[in-house]
C-alpha cells in the first residue's frame, strides 16, 4: 500500500498537524522541520492524493496571468490558450484570470500588481518589463503570501525562480546564426528593432545575437537597437530612416514578440529583394510573410506550451511538490517557408 500521511508523520518525526502545514506551504513552521518532512517524502516514497487534497481545500486553485495592456497578435495568441484553459480548468476545480497591466508606466504596473490580493489568487505568472518598480511589486506579492513566476519576460528576482519560456540568449544566438548563414559572405549593415529594451527578452535577445554575429562573422556590423514603443507611427520613421540612412543594409532582425506592423511598415520602403528578415514567433503576419518570401526566418515559441506549463508550475508550487523539469522546457523552433504548419 502506498505510504499515507500517518506514515509520514512518523517518519518525520512530527504530527498530523505539521505534516498538514508542510504539504499545503503554510507558515509557523521551522526550515529544519520542513526539511525532515521533505526528507521523510522521499524516503517512504510518499505520493500525495492531489484530487483529495484539492477537496480537503473546500475551493479550487485560483490562478492569474500578468499581460501587458498593449499588444498585437503574440499577446492574442497568448490570451486564446488563456481561454482554453479556463474553459478546461473548470473540471480540476482550477479557474484562471487575466490581468492587464500599463507596461509603459512602471508606475501604473506596479499599481496594479499591488492591488492583488490572496484572498483572489493562490499563484501568478508575470508577463512585464523588467523595472524597479515591478521588482519591488512583486517582491511585495510574494510577502503577501502570492506564488509569483516570471512568463515569457524573465523578471530574474530570484536565482531559483522557475522560468517560463524559451532561452531567450540561445534565440538569440540562433538568429545571430540564421542571419549570418542567409546573408553569406556579403559585407554589410544589419539594423535591429524591438518594442523596448526595458523587457529582458529583448536584451538577453540582443546578447546571443551579438556573440554569434561578432564571434563569427566579421563581415557583418550591427547598428544600435532602436525601440519602437509599438508605436507604429514611431516605426514607420525608424524603418523609413534605416531603409534611406544605410545603403549597405544587408539584414533586419525583429528582436520583439510582435512583429506585424514592422512588416507592415517594411513592405512599403523595402526594394531590395536580397535583404535578410528574421523575427519572433508564430503570428498571422509572421506567417503570411514567410509563404510570401517576404520573410526569411521565424525563432518561435509554443504559446499553448506557454500557458499550460504555468499553471503547472503554479499549481505544483501550490501542492509543494516539483515539477517534471523536460516537461516544463520550452524548444526553440525554428520556422521558414518550407516547414510551416
Known sequence: MRPTTKDLAQAAGVSLATVDRVLNGRPGVRKKTVDAVNNAIQKIGFERNQVAA????????RFGFVLPKEGDEFLDEIMERIREIQRAGRAEMMSVKTIRIDEQDPHKAAASLSRLKTEDFDGIAIMAPETPQIRDAILRMRERGILTIPFISNQQNDENDVFVGIDNRAAGATAGRLMGRFVCAQQGVVAVITDTVQARDSLERRLGFDDVINHDFANLRVLPTLETYADP???????????ASQPDLVGIYMMGSEARVPLEMLSQFRTDEDLVTIAHEKTPSTVAALRDRKLDALVAQNPGHLVRSAVRILRAKCENRPTLASQEKTRIEILIADNLY
Open 233 to 243: 507611427e514611431r516605426t514607420q520613421r525608424i524603418i523609413r530612416t534605416i531603409m
Open 54 to 61: 484539492t477537496l480537503a481545500r473546500k475551493r479550487g486553485y
